[in-house]
């Protein structure tokens, strides 16, 4: 969790913004139209539903009455998405959710079409910190016991293929924790490989801690490492402990942003709303209900966040991306 | 449990929850019936709406939707050998050519009879084993996936006797379509030719409305006349016998649910294999092979059976631990965490009363929607009378339009095109869709889990017959293709001849 200082400035922030929004409004009559907001998920996964939670409420702090339409265009690890606002009017007709670091792994990659940096972003809905778990009826009881495993034989991690984020998250925290990984790779998402751990086809796996927490409720997974700086799971490790502080920054945005070259003062009105919206008592009351992080930030700070983001998976690179 | 079983049903026997039930219903028969629409579109236009709903309310509304749809899908692949939904597919096999021999009406009464029964019994099955759902779902694993679906391909090349090469070239094409894409484990591209719309694959359900759909448009309009020309007369009334046929045939319909309730709740393998697989081993268990794909109405009672009762099984799976079975249970996953059911090993336990409301609607849904589906047979009937001039380019637009709509891409218009040739050049020089089908569906699934399995095993094959249900499923693969050889020296050995398949008049 973020100091609640951050929250009490963003709170002061909103004021500020949603007066700039007024008087932008007036000058460039935005928005006139409905506004589609693209997700790189068919319907149903989870930034499928944070957009549908979060249009209606955004659609009231909106200075004229307009529709936000959650589009869904999933494929290709979220390119499709990507590359369709990156090549959208810079209007502000068009906005879009992201998975960063994910998609920022695919540009990384080359070829992807799409400069993340050069995105007009209005600010982050949520973050989700990563965890590791083992299957309840595991032998393996910490990260100590994985060290020890791994001197005999690499340790088996669940996941999605190498364009998935748990991927790319596994391999670095691994490799930070000194464990020799084998990925077992191609589950659907992040139930499957959750399933995949608990079932015994690998001995460990690692993904978002919302995800994990719900099998474990159940009886059927251990969480064993929380790789928050100070474990928000009980009984479970954190990056502190470990004496792993890196860990921390294994993280999942979801970061909001526009086509580049969007006109400040449209900007302004979309993230202002988008800010709103992200307090509005019913957004918070759905996130409580479905256990979904919210944690706000302001396009600037949305922004810095990339950029982190960005440092830290170019710094593992070559680790990520050896040359065959 | 019984109080718990009543509580659900109590749950969704109000006057509001019915409301929505019966909304639900007629939302999911249009859908089914619109060739790229399907549930999961219907269900995700419906899903802001379901918001402001209270979850009976909601789970009434998509069980609606749910248990109806396979109605709708089935009445357009009979009438129009367009499959609405990808599992109806399986129905159009010997559903088309009784339309075309105005037996329109016949198909239907089986299919929604067939229709009714596999769901009933599909629900009871799931009421059954819910309690040791979560050990079920366990006991299948990469190498029991991969073996399933050799088993799926296997029982398919079986089926296609007679044509046995021309099935073998059309699966082994089949495969090759399958395999085109991202792969998720290695992380290479796979003839994908640049196009990043093809890093997912070939689409299924653009390349099903071309193969089927669309092939059959290309046909009727080189052909001319109406889709039951050669009919002379279209008998509608004969809905009645056709409902008396799927009690006639109890045997395939107890197959067809069987396969379907055990393949619904094996996670990620889906309807298409389900329907398919009953097709097939129906087709396998048949004293007269050979009427089939020209008309047998255990070929539309096989399919409708499994389509039916996998639906109840398909949600042990997405409920016990979020891993939907397909597109359509992908999106009720949202509906769900929108209600703050959050899928996971909990909920079995926590939304005891939502799960056995749902599974109620499910039911009742499907059985509802067989009568509504009986109500129409016959002005539906009249379509296959609809000169080619009218019904082709309608449909065609219809067809491309829905592949469209399935994720607003154009590229599957372009896939939809592709196989619509493909498929009029195999109609025209009679190779068998069945395979390619069955190979576009289990292509991917297959050489994943192949993949998943050698890298738990560290490359050694012996994971396959160290596990128990693994060596099972390689027993029944290594005993499949002896069965037609098997049964045809017994009934050497009785000195009697083939009999006919019953309805084939």
Request: charged fraction near 15%; charge should be neutral; glycine fraction near 12%.
């Amino acid at each position: 969790m973020r100091p609640s200082t951050r929250r009490v400035l963003i709170a002061a922030g909103v004021a500020a913004i949603a007066m700039l929004a007024g008087v932008a409004h007036a000058a460039t009559g935005f928005p006139a139209k409905d506004i589609a907001f693209i997700i790189p998920d068919g319907p149903g996964g989870g930034f499928d539903l944070d957009v549908r939670a979060i249009a209606p409420a955004m659609e009231k702090y909106l200075p004229s009455k307009v529709n936000i339409v959650p589009t869904n265009v999933p494929g290709a690890a979220g390119t499709r998405a990507a590359i369709e606002i990156y090549r959208a009017k810079p209007d502000g007709y068009t906005i879009g959710i992201f998975n960063i670091p994910g998609i920022y792994l695919q540009q990384q990659r080359g070829g992807a079409g799409f400069d993340l940096t050069r995105l007009s972003w209005l600010g982050r809905v949520g973050i989700d910190n990563y965890g590791l778990a083992v299957g309840e009826s595991s032998p393996i009881r910490s990260v100590a016991d994985l060290q020890a495993l791994s001197q005999t034989r690499p340790v088996k991690f669940t996941s999605t293929g190498p364009a998935g984020t748990a991927y790319n998250a596994t391999l670095i925290a691994a490799n930070l924790l000194d464990i020799k990984a084998q990925l077992i790779t191609g589950y659907r998402g992040s139930s499957d490989y959750v399933v995949g751990a608990i079932r015994g086809d690998g001995d460990a796996v690692i993904t978002v801690i919302p995800t994990l927490r719900r099998m474990a409720e159940g009886k059927t997974l251990r969480i064993i490492a929380d790789f928050e700086e100070r474990a928000s799971v009980s009984g479970a490790e954190d990056a502190v402990a470990l004496g792993k502080p890196e860990l921390a920054q294994i993280v999942l945005d979801r970061l909001i942003a526009a086509p580049p070259g969007l006109p400040e003062e449209i900007r302004a009105i979309l993230a202002g709303a988008l800010v709103r919206a992200l307090a509005d008592s019913q957004v918070i009351a759905w996130a409580k209900e479905t256990d979904s992080t919210i944690s706000p930030e302001s396009s600037d700070q949305a922004a810095a966040t990339l950029r982190s983001q960005i440092e830290f998976y170019d710094k593992w690179k070559p680790f990520l991306n050896p040359k065959r | 449990m019984l109080d718990v079983w009543l509580s659900g049903l109590q749950g969704i026997l109000q006057v509001r929850e019915l409301l929505f039930l019966a909304l639900g219903m007629v939302i999911g028969l249009l859908f089914g019936a619109i060739p790229g629409l399907g549930g999961s579109t219907a269900l995700a236009l419906l899903m802001p709406f379901t918001y402001g709903l209270e979850s009976f309310a909601a789970l009434a509304l998509s069980g609606g939707v749910m248990g109806a749809v396979p109605m709708g899908g089935s009445i357009s692949a009979i009438l129009l050998n367009a499959p609405g939904t990808a599992p109806s597919a399986a129905t159009c096999l010997d559903g088309y050519p009784l339309a075309r021999q105005g037996k329109a009406g016949l198909a239907i009464g089986a299919a929604a009879s067939a229709n009714s029964v596999g769901g009933i019994i599909g629900t009871v099955t799931v009421l059954a084993v819910l309690p040791i759902a979560k050990r079920l779902v366990l006991l299948f694993g990469p190498p029991e996936f991969f073996l399933l679906a050799v088993l799926g391909l296997v029982v398919v090349a079986t089926t296609s006797r007679g044509k046995l090469l021309r099935g073998l070239i059309t699966g082994g094409f089949g495969l090759m379509v399958a395999f085109i894409g991202y792969d998720d484990i290695t992380g290479d591209v796979r003839f994908t030719l640049g196009i990043p719309y093809l890093w997912d694959g070939v689409h299924l359900v653009p390349a099903l409305i071309g193969l089927f759909a669309v092939a059959e448009m290309i046909d009727l309009s080189i052909r001319g006349g109406s889709v039951a020309r050669e009919a002379g007369n279209v008998r509608i009334t004969r809905t009645l016998s056709g409902v008396l046929a799927t009690f006639r045939h109890w045997r395939t319909v107890l197959r067809g649910s069987i396969i379907g309730t055990v393949v619904g709740a094996i996670p990620g393998v889906g309807g298409v294999v389900a329907s398919f697989l009953s097709y097939s081993l129906t087709v396998q268990a048949s004293r007269d092979p050979e009427s089939f794909g020209k008309g047998n109405i255990e070929g539309v009672i096989a399919p409708e059976a499994a389509i039916n009762a996998k639906d109840g099984s398909a949600l042990i799976p997405t409920l016990a631990f979020g891993i939907p079975g397909g597109a359509e249970m992908a999106v009720f996953l949202g509906i769900l965490v929108l209600h703050g059911m959050q899928p996971g090993p909990m909920m079995l336990i926590q939304h005891q009363p939502e799960i056995y409301g749902l599974i109620w609607a499910l039911t009742a849904a499907c059985i509802l929607a067989s009568f509504i589906g009986l109500l129409f047979v016959r002005p539906l009937a009249l379509v296959t009378l609809v000169p080619a001039e009218i019904l082709v380019p309608v449909i065609t637009c219809i067809a491309l339009v829905g592949s469209f709509a399935v994720d607003a891409s154009i590229e599957n218009t372009v896939v939809t095109a592709v196989f619509g040739v493909l498929g009029y050049i195999m109609i025209r020089f009679d190779y068998p869709r069945l395979t390619i089908v069955i190979a576009l569906v289990l292509g991917a699934t297959a050489e994943r889990n192949f993949h998943q399995a050698m890298l738990m095993a560290d490359g050694s094959w012996s994971i396959f017959v160290t596990r128990t249900i693994s060596l099972i499923l390689l027993a029944g693969i290594a005993a499949l293709p002896c069965l037609p050889i098997l049964r045809a020296r017994l009934r050497r050995g009785r000195g009697s001849g083939p009999v006919s398949a019953g309805d084939q008049r």
